[in-house]
């Protein structure tokens, strides 16, 4: 991870402080070691409660397996973005070097009952390579991200190989049906001697082991956001942006710098929403933050560059001497900012073009205690679960965002407060506890 403000962190970081184990990875900093690694995850005191084992990585490792194949590659690539893609051949070489070390590492510290769960598709070969180090534990994997469609994976030279290397684990996670349903297809193509009559169409057999799958929507930890809530910095935040705002409708956007994330198709919706209902003039406040990440990646570093000209094209745009349309803040807040964002909002607006889950709106159901209505992209993982409750929308679709602002604008208070009890009902049922013990129970029977 580079930073923790991910949302990998987010979600894995109360599951490890109630159940303990090890944490193996990355701090996200050339050459970083276990104290950096503390930091990253610990609050204050430093240290969290589970053991960290950090694997240090060079600067030219850091620039070639993490910005490089990592992000310049798969990201892209599993996200759908054909045109974005690199085919620089280091960047894979640089993915294998680093994949094995991660293996030798783990390799090196567990014990013979150990479950060796790895996320994410930074480490998709450390299976192949655990296995390759004569390791027979049981060996599971979490994908963050959507798995890609063949069409678009199969653009890619390392693809047969790195879906070759995930038959080396007994347990593959995904977060929707669809991820899962593709890598079937995948592994079908690529693999196919590992379906035979015997094993079917779902349940692949390689090298003598049955591979499990199953999607396993992330969820957050509900109960400490919906406490932390209550704290008195959070509170008092909260009337400072409430009183900011006074009777202006506040529409929050928060998202990592990604063009993943669809923050300039959120504009272009929102300038199109102010071009088509004049009551919305003067009336809402769009307050978009946006959390630095990867932006010494030249496509992060475009896509700042289109986000902020068209917050300043909306503004002078619609702008008066009283009010300005579009707040933009590059920036990372606190917890306490961030959730006194959230109960303040009025609206969630969040259209990624495609994402894995997007935790943001699940925190932002179990944040707002008031009536929020949260907009969401068809696109995240999460409108599965939170699609009947949210109003769902096509990012790519100027049209459509303008539509569901202004419903959520006009909605009456009763069917606020009605769609968002619901959906706080389904993300604190489905939290992260619960998707872990779900993960879990799967692992055990497999391998
Ligand atoms: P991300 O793409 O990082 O995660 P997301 O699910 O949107 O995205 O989560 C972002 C997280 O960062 C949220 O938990 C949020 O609270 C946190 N955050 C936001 N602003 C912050 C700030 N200023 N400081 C600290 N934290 C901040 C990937 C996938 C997603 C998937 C998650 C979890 O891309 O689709 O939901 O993993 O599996």
Redesign the pocket.
């Known amino acids: 991870m580079s930073s923790?403000?991910?949302?990998?962190v987010?979600?894995m970081d109360p599951v490890l402080r109630r159940r303990r184990g090890t944490w193996t990875g990355w701090v996200g900093a050339p050459n970083a070691g276990q104290d950096e690694l503390s930091r990253a995850l610990g609050s204050t005191p430093a240290r969290p409660p589970y053991s960290l084992q950090a694997v240090p990585l060079s600067a030219t490792e850091e620039d070639l397996f993490y910005r490089g194949f990592a992000n310049e590659v798969l990201w892209p690539l599993f996200h759908g973005f054909s045109d974005r893609w690199s085919s620089e051949p280091r960047y894979w070489e640089a993915y294998r070097t680093v994949n094995r070390r991660f293996a030798r590492s783990l390799a090196s510290t567990v014990s013979w009952d150990d479950l060796i769960w790895v996320h994410d598709y930074h480490l998709m070969l450390t299976g192949k390579e655990l296995r390759a180090l004569g390791l027979n534990h049981r060996l599971a994997f979490f994908l963050?991200?959507p798995f890609p469609a063949l069409e678009h994976l199969e653009e890619m030279p390392w693809s047969g190989e790195l879906v070759k290397a995930l038959c080396h684990f007994d347990l593959l996670g995904f977060?929707t049906n669809g991820s899962r349903s593709n890598f079937l297809d995948a592994a079908r193509h690529f693999v196919s001697d590992a379906f035979t009559e015997g094993s079917g169409d779902e349940h692949p057999i390689f090298q003598g082991r049955t591979i499990r799958t199953g999607a396993f929507p992330?969820s957050?930890d509900a109960a400490a956001f919906s406490a932390d809530t209550h704290g008195s910095l959070v509170t008092a935040m909260e009337r400072e942006i409430r009183a900011e705002m006074g009777d202006r409708t506040l529409i929050l956007g928060?998202?990592?710098l990604?063009y993943s994330k669809g923050i300039p198709e959120k504009l272009r919706g929102f300038d199109l929403a102010l071009e088509r209902h004049p009551e919305l003039r003067g009336s809402v406040l769009l307050k978009q933050?946006v959390?630095p990440s990867r932006d010494q990646i030249p496509a992060y570093k475009e896509t700042k560059g289109e986000i902020e000209a068209s917050v300043r094209r909306i503004n002078e745009r619609w702008g008066t001497q009283a009010w300005q349309p579009v707040e933009y803040l590059y920036d990372?807040?606190s917890?306490s900012e961030?959730l006194a964002h959230y109960r303040t909002a009025d609206v969630a607006l969040i259209t990624p073009l495609n994402?894995?889950?997007?935790?943001?709106a699940k925190?932002y159901a179990v944040a707002n205690q008031g009536s929020g209505v949260i907009i969401l992209s068809a696109f995240a993982?999460a409108a599965q679960e939170l699609g009947t409750d949210a109003l769902l929308v096509d990012p790519c679709e100027p049209g459509s965002v303008a539509m569901a602002i202004f419903q959520a604008f006009q909605m009456s208070p009763r069917e606020r407060k009605e769609r968002m009890e619901r959906a706080r009902t389904t993300v604190r049922t489905h939290d992260v506890h619960r998707w872990v013990e779900g993960f879990l129970a799967e692992a055990i029977c497999a391998g």
């Open positions: 923790a403000s991910g949302g990998l987010t979600a963050h991200i977060q992330i957050i928060v998202d990592r990604d933050l959390v990372s807040w917890r961030l994402d894995g889950m997007n935790l943001v925190e993982g």
